[in-house]
Structures are given as structure tokens and as C-alpha cells.
């Protein structure tokens, strides 16, 4: 009976107009709801904010996920307007931009209750009592009013369904855990309720509906935990239902969840100054903020275009395309050559100017490691990955086509689309080149050219809004194997440039991928394995890059590079690092800290075949190491202890440990004998003090003379 009222009541949904929000947020039982769902004000609390686009604002592009963030912003609009909008729906349907979600005084409960025009299951049962009916209008009453009645038992059944799992209030956290807390106290019934619950549902398709009340639920409970957390549910729970919750509901593979839910959660952790421990993650999940670059991945970033400007100046383009009905503004303030477009009444990628190479169609994203690589003219430059060409063509334009620049693009079919670029866009200091990356510096030379762009083939988890097949074909595995290849491609990237060049000796590092295994990570086996060192990537913007990861800890310079997020800066997800070459020596220097040297009769740490990410050491420059050698220090481990110690604990790949392998690298032993090395540190300023007080002894031994000498007229030598 329930079922048949409710799919009447669908039924008369469907006919109606499209109501957005009315729609996803199916109302729950009338009468009981209108009282028992929180005040709508506690709504605004329980969602994330809505992030302003900075520039331009694009149509969401999947309403019903649009929602989940979307709802805090207009509920107060929709609270005064709530008249308005019934007589609205009335009068016009329900399409006006004021949606609001099913919980809290929802216009369409009254809707529903004042028995709607619109041809609703109520609006059917009104022509049953107007027909011509034999029966008589007490029959007809009290064959309504048992209607009625039972509509509320049912009602009342559904609603206790509801306020176990669904309703703000009554939210129930559905958890084994409490399942057996239930168990504790006996109450078998809800125990057993609770584990069916999630059975079914691991079974059965995700219901998008349920999904996103419980996500806002989770929310909104993980915004306010001390107050709102269900009795016997820990924060851990909450977190984990709602990392499930979102992979089911966005679609992602629950590995690739997983590893958003853990970029956002480190950020905050190690950025807050009060977070000292990796415990403090659940303290403070930032829940709001995971909300948000999820949903900014539903949407599409900002089209941007650069100026060619071998060929065109920006404000010129500009005019051009604005006659064309291109409505279009200035990029941003760093950039001088980016436009943003907004609309366009002709195909922006077709226009006589984009034929002419006036410009290039590029993310905001793709600009910033052609900055950070800052090409000088008359420079020899690598772009080891070049294809289409994006960012080859920039090069060239700051070059003013001067210098040579070798595009090497690997995968044949590439090239088409590499060469094409160049010739619309005029570009004639450039040397195309088909080459494994790796093997450029055989075909190159070693130590030949002034700077290198990696922009490395990647996993492509930054831009999860241009391709959203990475949210579920990405898996571990993959990122693996991506930092695997990466590694090797940055340490060929970097035997190519000549630490000695006058202009350069410069290497940037570059993905389009938000997974700390395939960046940070990178880079910091590079800081191990050359004498490189990171330099500030000159971009006044985006996040510091991570100095640690699970149980790793990176070089701290790490934080020179940089992060780029959509939810933050309204682009892709990218990475940026700039690395300076020390010198043209293999050598991998040693420990930084001026106190270590190699234990004697050990091989070099740098001689150990370091496959994965874990920096137990970190590198040095040249300088450091000369200074190492001078102390004669003892490091605390050896290329054998080290061996033993992976083999002991599971070895790292990228940044990940084995599955199902737990490695604690930096262990409390570990620190601790750090710091003893910096105790040497201590002695070897005693040391230092030592000689420039002798230092100082002498030169007053010598005034000394010469004083005595000029009091007694004579020379001291
Ligand atoms: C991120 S895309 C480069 C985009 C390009 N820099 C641009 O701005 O237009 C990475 C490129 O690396 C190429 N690639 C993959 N493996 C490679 C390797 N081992 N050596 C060189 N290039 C490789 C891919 O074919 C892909 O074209």
C-alpha cells in the first residue's frame, strides 16, 4: 500500500515540470517530516561552502552532485522566497533557480499537503471523489479517511525506516562497529537491522539519493563531531563511511578515493600548526575542503588561450576575438599573454586567428612550468615530453624563435600533432626529436644544454574534469609504475643540462598528477641520486609541495615547489619543481647534515640501488659533502644495514608501501640518532669556535708586536 502511495506520488512528480532538488530529494513521508526534520537553518551549516569560480562560472555539470555543495548558498534565498515559490510552482511549475533539498520545511511538503494541481496522486484521488460515482459522499469520506489512516501507518513505518538511516537527527552511522555495540547491550534486533543494511547495500547499485542525504549527514556530523557523533561511533567511522559514500556516489575506484581523501587530509595536517602527528588527521578532517576539490572535478575549468606572441600582441588578439563574439578577459595578473574565455559564438578552436597561430588553446595550468623554466634566448633547452606542443610553442615565443630548442616526443602518432603545432604557430628554432626520454642524453650528450622541461607522462589525476575515466581506471599499480618512469626520465633530464652554463642549469619538473608518489616523491629521489638542489619555482601562487608523506619525510626544501588544485586556484590539478644543478658530478653527494660521513669499509649510500621512494637520507650539496669529509663523522647506517632494513620492513614502491606491508621508516630510533648527528653538529661549531679564538690569539699576538715595533721604531715581519 506504502509503495502504491509513493508511486502514485512519483507518479505525479514525473508530470510535473522539472523541479531539480524536488526531484533528487524525493520528499519523505508528508505530515511526520514537516515536524521532525531539523529547522532549515542547521541545513546551512551542515555543507560546504560553494567556492566562488574567480573568473568564470560554468554550468554544473551534473545538477544532482552540483547540489551537495551548492545547497548551503541559496537556502536562505529560498527560506524568503518560500512563498513565492509555492505560488511559482503553482502557477509555472517548479523551475525556478531555487531548489532546496528534501530536509527541513520543504515548499513541496506543503505543496504536496495542500494537495498540489498538478495532476499528483492526491490530485488523482480529488477526480476519484469528483467523478460520478454511485456511491454516496459518506462512503466516499470514510473510504478516504481509511485511506488516509493507513497511509499513515505506512508513513509512520517509513518514517522509522528513515530516522534510523536517513534524517539529520535521528542519523545513524551504519557501522559493523556499532553493530556490535548494539550486540553489547543486546539489542539484536538493531544489531542484526545494521549488518543486513550493509550487506544490501554492497550488493545492490548505489542509490544516488540515499547516498548524497548520508553524505550531507557525514558532513555535517564531521563539521560539528563533539556535539553531533553518535554514541560508540568514532571519527575513523565517519571518515571511512564518507570516503565510501563519495566513491560510490562520483564514481571513483576506491583506491583513487582513498588517495584524495589522504592529499587532502595531509595537507591540512602538516600545515596547521598545531598538527604534529599524523593522529591528528581525524581530529581535524578537513571534510569541507575534500568536498570541495571533488566537486570541483565535476566541473569543467575555465577555456584559456595564450598569445602567440611571435606573432601577436595580447591586446590586439583580444579585439580581434571580441569582434568575433568571443567574450574573453585578461587570464590573471601573472600571466601577460593568457585570455580567458567565457562564451564564444564561433568555435574558438577554428577561427582564422587560431589557423593564423595566433594562439594556442592551453589550461592556465600548462603556463606555469614554461614560467618556472624561464627560457632565456639564445639558450640550447630540452622539452623532453613534448607533444602537442602546448608548452614547446611558449618556450620558443619567450626564446623569440632564437637558440635551439629539441622537442622530444616519444610515441610516434605524437608527432603529428607536435609538428603541426609549430608550423601554425611559427616557430623555427625548434629540432623535433623521437626518442625514449630516457636515452636523450646518449643521443643529446651529457651536460650540453642549458635547461630542461620534464613535463612528464603522468597519471593524470589532476585533471579528473577534462577525462573522467581516471576515476576509476587509475590504480595503484599504475601510479607505480608512472613513478617509476618518471624517476628515471628526471634523472636523464638532469645528466643533460650543464651545471655550468652561464645562463642556466635549470631543470623543471611538471605533472598534471595530484598523487604525492609520482611528485614530491620524484624529486626527492632526485635530490638523492644528483647534485641538484630545489630552487623557488618564481610562482607567487599555489600550495607549498608536502615535506612528508605516510611515513616518509622528504628533503625539506621540498616546499619550494609547488601545488596547484581546482578547488583552490580554479585549475587543474598540477605540480611544479625547479632544480638547479650543483655540478656535472654522478657522485650522488651524501647526508646533509655537514656531521655525516660513510661509515668506513660501507659502500657510498648513493651506491645503493634505490628503486623506491624512501628517503632515509636525504642529499647534499657538493659543498656539504667536502665539508662531511673534513669532520670525519660516522653515519649511522650502511648500504648493508639499509639493504637489511627494506628487506626487514617491506620495501616502499613510490611512495606506497607493498600491499599489505606496513613500513616504519622513520621510527623513533631513527630520529633519535638524527639527532644525536646533530649533536656532532654541536662539536664541530665547538671545533669552529676553537680555531677562530686561536685565530684571534694570534692576530693580538701579532698587533701586539707591531706595536712594541713602532713604540721601539722598528719593522715586524
Ligand atoms: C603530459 S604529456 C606532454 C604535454 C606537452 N608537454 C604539452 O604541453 O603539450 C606527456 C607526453 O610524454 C610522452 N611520453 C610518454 N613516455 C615518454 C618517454 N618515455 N619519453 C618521452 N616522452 C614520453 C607522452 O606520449 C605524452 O605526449
Redesign the pocket.
Known sequence: MAATALSKRKEAKSQKPPPRKKQRNEPPPRKKLRNELPPRKKLRNELPPRKKQKTVSFPAKNPIKDDLISDSDDIDEMVEEHGQLHEDQQHQGSDSGSEMSSDGDDPLVDDFLLGSDDGSGDGEKGSDLDSDSDESDIEVKARADEEEKVREEEDALEELKLNIKEEPDEFRLLTKEIGTYFRRFHMVMISSYITKELEEEANRPPDLQSLQRRIKEIVRVLSNFKSLRQEGATRKDYVEQLTMDLGSYYGYNEFLIGALVEVICIFNVFTHIFAFARLHFLQMFPVNELMELIEAFEKPRPICLRTNTLKARRRDLAGVLLNRGVNLDPLSKWSKVGLVVYDSQVPIGATPEYMAGYYML?SAS?FL?VMALAPQEKERIV??????????T?ISAIMKNSGIVYA????ES?LKS?TA?LQRMGVTNTIVCN??????PKALGQNTVDRV?L????S?TGVISKDESVKTSKTLEDIHKCAH?QK??LLAAIDMVDANSKSGGYIVY???SIMIPENEAVIDYALRKRDVKLVPCGLDFGRPGFVRFRENRFHPTLEKTRRFYPHVQNMDGFFVAKLKKMSNSKLTPTDPEPSATVEQGSEPIDSVDITSDEGEFQRHSSKESITAESTKITITVSKESYMKKSKESGKLQNGFPEKGKHVPKFTAKYWKERKQQRLSREEIAKAREEKRQTLREDKKKVEGKKRAAKESGGNVK
Open positions: 592551453q600548462s612550468p622539452d623532453m615530453a613534448a607533444a602537442p606542443g602546448g608548452k614547446t611558449y622530444n616526443e616519444m610515441k605524437r607536435l603545432n626518442y625514449d626520454g630516457r636515452e636523450l622541461l613535463d612528464a607522462p603522468c593524470g618512469l628515471e626520465l611538471s605533472t598534471c
